[in-house]
């Protein structure tokens, strides 16, 4: 089980055509000429996994708005097999909800399970460990989206049979896929003056002289 306070496939952050993505996904800014966002060092840490064969990885993201459940396979460190996992997206329980779903990042090839916007959740998570069966130490973990009231939202619940992993050295390593994400060059980013943003409390302007 992995938190993680941004998502891995959904872009996000603040105007991003001014200040990039705040998120791992990169997403697509044409006016940016190139990726932003993490996804160069997301990637890092995937190959990892990928190249120790983990099983069972469940990522629980916020910070997108709204409540969604992706299943991601991706060969990262170009192996022959793939990573496969899961990222649970939730909230918010106070900001204001996405008024409509976004557009994926496709570099971990995502398949939505479930989506849903439009209101106030959060994510229950709980493990229900397996008695009475000799030798058998595995047990379900249990994923649902409840609204305010504490509902939970159809077709939002998830249950994953997991057992105790073995323990295994992590190395992180450069793979060719990585190298399709860079940061963009700073001559490349628009001049901040040709842009109107606001603020919680105050609206911003200015215009090139």
């Known amino acids: 089980m992995v938190s993680s306070d941004v998502p891995l496939a959904l872009p996000s952050g603040y105007f991003p055509?001014?200040?990039?993505?705040d998120s791992f996904a990169?997403?697509?800014?044409?006016?940016?000429?190139?990726?932003?966002?993490?996804?160069?060092?997301?990637?890092?840490?995937?190959?990892?996994?990928?190249?120790a064969d983990v099983?069972?990885?469940?990522?629980?993201?916020?910070?997108?708005?709204?409540a969604m459940r992706?299943?991601?396979?991706?060969?990262v460190d170009d192996d022959g097999d793939s990573l496969e996992f899961l990222e649970l997206i939730s909230g918010p329980l106070n900001a204001g909800p996405a008024s409509e779903l976004p557009t994926l990042d496709d570099t971990l090839g995502p398949q939505i399970l479930y989506q849903e916007t439009g209101f106030f959740n959060f994510l229950e998570l709980r493990v229900q460990v397996s008695q009475?069966?000799?030798?058998?130490?595995g047990s379900t973990l249990v994923a649902e989206i409840?609204?305010?009231s504490g509902a939970v939202r159809p077709g939002s619940r998830l249950e994953r049979r997991v057992s105790r992993p073995a323990s295994v050295p992590l190395t992180i390593t450069p793979s060719s896929r990585q190298t399709e994400s860079?940061?963009?060059n700073p001559s490349d980013l628009p001049d901040p003056g040709d842009f109107q943003w606001k603020s919680a409390?105050?609206?911003?302007?200015k215009t090139p002289q």
């Open 17 to 21: 055509i001014l200040y990039g993505q």
């Open 26 to 51: 990169s997403g697509s800014v044409p006016a940016v000429q190139g990726p932003t966002g993490f996804e160069r060092e997301l990637l890092y840490l995937l190959a990892a996994l990928d190249a």
């Open 55 to 66: 099983t069972g990885l469940v990522v629980v993201a916020t910070d997108a708005h709204l």
């Open 70 to 75: 992706l299943a991601h396979a991706v060969d």
């Open 132 to 137: 009475g069966v000799p030798g058998n130490s």
């Open 146 to 148: 409840r609204d305010e």
């Open 182 to 184: 860079r940061p963009p």
């Open 201 to 205: 409390d105050h609206q911003h302007s």
